[in-house]
């Protein structure tokens, strides 16, 4: 089952006291409760900075949801923070469905994987870091997370743009490891953007690497998948998630894809976060 809708009402305004998300009000001057780790990353023996929420009622065996943030945000982008208008907030509205029903209780791990796009990639001097972080997201953080919190009973993964593109990466190539992927404009492309063609270097290449390759070709029919982009983000942003969404419609893999007013700012991913974790929880049992 599949949905495209554009929710023109959707963009919220962070200046007020108040939003409404999904008919529950959030206070944009709460915070929620945060534990911080230094997660090793032992290919080169470094340290990155993890944020985690646990929404009320989360325990041992709740679902666990990874987050990586855009280019130049860290592991703070995707909680509310400090103050509000610097974070997506997704740890109050997932707290907000949690309260009224309309999602689990579950643990958010937002994850700062650097300038990557979560990738493995030979070290050169171009702007972007590289390292193997893919190997990191793999053998690293996820056994780490799950040492600490219990072995959930369903494993996400999610990011907005360049994030986006490394969730889309990691659970498209490992679509045994991830129940459900969730993305907000993610940083992926048709055609060549010449700066980013090293995303594709490594074994296989493009059609190893590349989300829109995956999605035409790997073993993704038992994934949820939400995707979101704001109606005036980057076009090849807003062109390449509205391709991803027609190859799931042809491959009938369960998946809803949003727009809202906006570009590729804050806003509009406060604004799409709420549709994000409610597909992807469409099949958990709660109404």
């Known amino acids: 089952m599949s949905h495209r809708r ?13 939003v ?3 008919g529950a009000v959030v206070t944009l001057g709460r ?17 990155r900075p993890v944020a985690i929420h646990r929404t009320p009622g989360a325990g041992s065996g709740s679902p666990i949801m990874y987050l990586f943030p855009g280019r130049g945000g860290d592991d703070s982008q995707w909680f509310a923070g400090h103050p509000f208008a610097d974070g997506v907030g997704i740890d109050l509205i997932a707290d907000e ?26 070290p050169v001097d171009d702007g972007y870091e590289h390292g193997r972080v893919e190997r990191y997201i793999l ?10 919190y219990g072995t ?4 996400w993964i999610g990011g907005l743009s360049m994030g986006g593109f490394a969730a889309l990466h990691a659970a498209f190539r490992q679509p045994d490891l991830f129940d459900a992927v969730g993305v907000l404009s993610p940083a992926i492309f048709e055609g060549d953007l010449p700066d980013r063609m090293w995303l594709f270097e490594g074994e296989g290449g493009r059609p190893a690497h590349d989300p829109l390759e995956l999605a035409r070709s790997g073993s993704i029919e038992d994934l949820r998948i939400g995707l979101g982009a704001g109606l005036s983000d980057y ?3 807003h062109d390449a998630t509205t391709v991803l969404g027609r190859i799931l419609t042809q ?18 991913w406060h604004a799409l976060a709420p549709h994000m974790l409610l597909a992807l929880g469409a099949s958990r049992g709660v109404p």
């Open 97 to 122: 469905l949690v309260a009224d029903g309309r999602i689990e209780p579950m643990v958010l791990v937002s994850a700062d994987i650097g300038d990557t796009y979560g990738v493995d990639s030979t």
């Open 235 to 237: 076009p090849w942003i």
């Open 152 to 155: 959930p009973s369903e494993r």
């Open 20 to 22: 409404v998300v999904g």
């Open 31 to 47: 915070q929620a409760a945060v534990d911080h780790l230094a997660v090793p990353d032992h290919l080169d023996g470094t340290t």
């Open 139 to 148: 053998d690293d953080l996820i056994p780490t997370v799950e040492a600490r």
């Open 6 to 18: 554009i929710l023109v009402t959707a963009s919220l305004a962070l200046t007020f006291a108040l």
């Open 251 to 268: 491959r009938q893999v369960a998946h809803e894809l949003d727009f809202v007013a906006g570009g590729h700012d804050t806003a509009t």
